[in-house]
């Protein structure tokens, strides 16, 4: 994550540190996971503010830059969060050690 090339233009957009950035993304992962619907978020910059100690402002202007660089949508959803789920924890492992057969029959 604190190689993501969207997450570097929006600090630069934004002119905030990229570690203010990735925690603001940090603060939406969390929410969109415990969000029924997951993948979904309620936003409330004042809280993230008072939560990264952080200004309204820069966290507003982050938030902005998110749904420009389509991390996320209209709907206040991350686009990518179904990309990145997986449904159990039997497929999590198959994933894992399927990797792991890759990477020996590479080396």
């Known amino acids: 994550m604190p ?9 630069k957009r ?6 203010n950035v990735v925690a603001v993304w940090v603060c939406l992962l969390d929410a969109a996971s415990q ?22 402002e820069a966290v507003e202007a982050i938030i902005k830059a998110f749904y420009t660089k ?3 949508n209209s709907e206040n ?3 990518a ?3 990145r789920q997986h449904t159990t924890a039997t497929e999590r492992s198959k994933k ?7 990477k020996e029959t590479t080396g």
């Open 3 to 11: 190689h993501d090339p969207k997450l570097k233009v929006i600090a």
């Open 77 to 79: 959803r991350l686009t």
């Open 81 to 83: 969060w179904d990309k």
């Open 96 to 102: 894992f050690r399927a990797k792991g057969k890759q």
């Open 35 to 56: 969000h029924d619907p997951r993948g979904v978020v309620q936003i409330d910059a004042e809280e993230i503010a008072v939560i990264q100690d952080m200004e309204v």
């Open 70 to 72: 389509n991390l996320l």
């Open 14 to 19: 934004t002119g905030q540190p990229m570690a």
